[in-house]
Nanobody, 128 residues
Framework: QVQLVESGGGLVQPGGSLRLSCAASGRTNNRYTMAWFRQAPGEEREGVSCISSHDGSTDYADSVKGRFTISRDNAKNTMYLQMNRLKPEDTAVYYC?????????????????????WGQGTQVTVSS
């Protein structure tokens, strides 16, 4: 079992920055691929970014490329999402997810269904 806890959400003006954290506990052993998803009201949950466990490769949704950066600190069992140049359309509840996959995370992060472990979510609101 893996437990995930997100933090770092809040209210920020357009153009501002936030850094989300996802702390993992339990049977993590750093072999879990991890990802960030987000869900706006009335919308489906969408994959934002992912980071693979075996080679550290990353991937991003087109809507956040060049603005968001995913990273992980294996010593702290924590994943991060640095979000810069935020836009109102980035407003959503952000969730972290974890699962063990054989292939690079790019194959999986566009679909929430394969992911078995989820955090409770943290609200990000971008508004002036």
């Amino acid at each position: 079992q893996v437990q995930l806890v997100e933090s770092g959400g809040g209210l920020v003006q357009p153009g501002g920055s936030l850094r989300l954290s996802c702390a993992a506990s339990g049977r993590t052993n750093n072999r879990y691929t991890m990802a960030w998803f987000r869900q706006a009201p009335g919308e489906e949950r969408e994959g934002v970014s992912c980071i693979s466990s075996h080679d550290g490769s990353t991937d991003y949704a087109d809507s956040v490329k060049g603005r968001f950066t995913i990273s992980r600190d294996n010593a702290k069992n924590t994943m991060y999402l640095q979000m810069n140049r935020l836009k109102p359309e980035d407003t959503a509840v952000y969730y972290c997810a974890a699962e063990r996959f054989a292939l690079t995370c790019s194959y999986y992060y566009t679909d929430s269904r394969p992911w078995g472990y989820w955090g409770q979510g943290t609200q990000v609101t971008v508004s002036s």
